[in-house]
Structure formats: C-alpha cells, structure tokens
C-alpha cells in the first residue's frame, strides 16, 4: 500500500477536463519525483481524483504538494496530500456558522438591531485570531440588549442557508459508523435548528440569555469558545474509544484551532489565514462533499442525510 494520496478536488463549475488533465499530470510528476508509477482513482467523474504515492528520503509529501500545485496553476482546484492510514474518520466535530451554514449568525441577528456592520466587523476581526474570543462575544451580545427575541426565529427563517454538501457530508459519515457534532462559539437556539436540518446527531454551544421576551444582552457562562470546542473533540473521542486520529474537525476561524490541530484531519474550509496555515487541508474551491472526498469516498457511496 502507498503511503501517501495527492487527492484533487474541483470547484463545482469547473470544466470537467481540467481535473483529469492535473490528476494526469500529477501522476506523471510522481513518477519522476519518487520513481515509482503512482496508482490513480477517479472519486468523481470531472470532479475528484487521487494519485496514490510513497514519498522518499529525496523527495517528500510537502515537495510533492507543491509541485502539483505549479501543475494546478490559477485552476480552482484544492489539493491535499495526506497519510494513506486512518482515512474514514468516525468522529465529525464541525464549526457552524460559515461552515456548516453560509452565515454568521450573530452578524443576521445584529441586523435586526440596525448593528450588522458594526457587528460583523468585531465577528471578522475575532475569527481572524485579533481578538480574544470570549471578550469579543460579550461584547457584540451587549450590543444586542433589549431586542425582541423574536428576531431569532427570524434570523433562523429568512436569513439561514446550509453549505452545499453539508447532509451528504453528514449523511455519508453516518452511514459508515461515525458521529457527527456540530459545535458552535455561536448559539444553541440556532445549533439545534441546524444540526436537525442537516443531520448532526448532536450539537454544542452558547445560550444567549432572555428575560421577558427580550435579549438580557449577556450569555450564559462559561462561555463555550476555542478550547471548548476541542475539549468536546477530547472528550468525544474518549467516549468512543476513538482516537483523536480517527476525527476530522472542520472549521474556518480561529477559535477552531484547537480541534484542527487536534484531530486526526483537521480542515480549513474557506477558512481565514491562521486557520489555513495550521490545517492539515484547506477547501477554498469545493463544497463540504470534499470532506468526503478528502477521505477517499466516491460519489457512488455518497448519502444525503
């Protein structure tokens, strides 16, 4: 068995010939690299490929990466080379809010208050790492105080989308044995909703606080941020009898490190700097069905949640 697999994975506009031109190109790169002809599998016919590899002494996976991607050049495509061992994770823990949605909650709420801007300002800064993130939580909620609470059944109806492949990703891990949790620096009020829409068996986040119909402007303590995320991971994983290289987290700001660097495959996914930097892969160009791809499904195994 090879120990390493370069897997391809292109945007969903993407000329379906561009994919198979890299992979082809990758694998004849390969076999100049490392001397021995790689093995090529087509996940998605157009869409996703992997070029099966050994790195040696000479030439590693990181020289390999990086040579594909000169092959890949301006072509939206994500590339990743990743161990051949320990591939179908059987823990998903995801980010929410511009992961698993499309959004930022808070930031929609905020709008409602005539705050978004203002909001998503302090949101963009925080997830870049700027900002402590508990602080800066605190502080957008104050914003908030004396809102009808109604604005959150609104946010959540007129303001909330999934990522495109976010129930196939869930609905395939699930039907090879793994769990799924959603866990969120966000809201419970809008963790539930989500992970019932599409498919997370669980969900971990913040209560933010009413009294009267009205937000209280505060959230309930401790706060539930970075390091609560890969405690959950941690603890999750020590509940199955799993180990942490059998999770993959997924996530795109900072108080998502924790669990990236944790788990087994960590995922940047249209992710801010530090967060791709840190990730074992990032997805700019796909949907979350790269997940999958990531860990070797094909299209024929995958399951809408």
Not at 39 to 56: C, I, N, Q
Not at 156 to 169: N, P, V, W
Not at 243 to 265: F, K, Y
Request: glycine share 10%; net charge negative; aromatic share 6%.
């Amino acid at each position: 068995m090879q120990s390493h697999v370069l897997t391809i994975i292109g945007a969903a506009e993407i000329d379906p010939a561009i994919v198979a031109s890299i992979a082809s190109e990758a694998a004849a790169l390969a076999g100049a690299m490392f001397g021995v002809a790689p093995t090529r599998r087509t996940l998605s016919p157009g869409r996703a490929e992997e070029v099966y590899v050994t790195p040696t002494a000479d030439a590693n996976a990181n020289d390999f990466v990086e040579a594909a991607r000169e092959v890949a050049g301006d072509a939206p495509v994500d590339l990743a080379v990743l161990s051949n061992v320990y591939r179908r994770k059987k823990l998903l823990i995801a980010d929410m809010d511009s992961t698993i949605i499309g959004q930022e909650c808070l930031d929609e709420l905020a709008d409602f208050a005539g705050l978004k801007a203002e909001i998503s300002a302090v949101t963009e800064r925080a997830m870049r790492g700027e900002l402590q993130f508990e602080e800066a939580l605190r502080a957008r909620v104050a914003k908030l105080k004396g809102l009808a609470a109604d604005a959150l059944d609104r946010t959540y109806a007129e303001r909330i989308s999934l990522t495109t492949g976010a129930a196939a990703l869930t609905g395939t891990m699930r039907a090879h044995g793994a769990m799924t949790i959603l866990a969120s620096g966000g809201f419970t009020f809008f963790t539930g909703r989500v992970a019932a829409a599409s498919g997370f068996e669980r969900n971990v986040a913040n209560v933010i606080e009413i009294s009267d119909g009205l937000l209280t402007g505060t959230v309930r303590e401790p706060i539930f941020g970075r390091e609560g995320k890969a405690e959950t991971m941690r603890a999750s994983c020590a509940e199955l009898g799993l180990s942490p290289d059998d999770a993959l987290a997924v996530g795109d700001g900072a108080n998502d490190l924790g669990m990236i660097e944790a788990a087994g495959l960590g995922v940047a996914f249209r992710a801010k700097p530090a967060v791709a930097l840190a990730a074992d892969a990032r997805v700019d160009n796909g949907d979350l069905t790269s997940l999958l791809y990531l860990q070797g499904y094909t299209d024929e195994e995958i399951v809408e949640w």
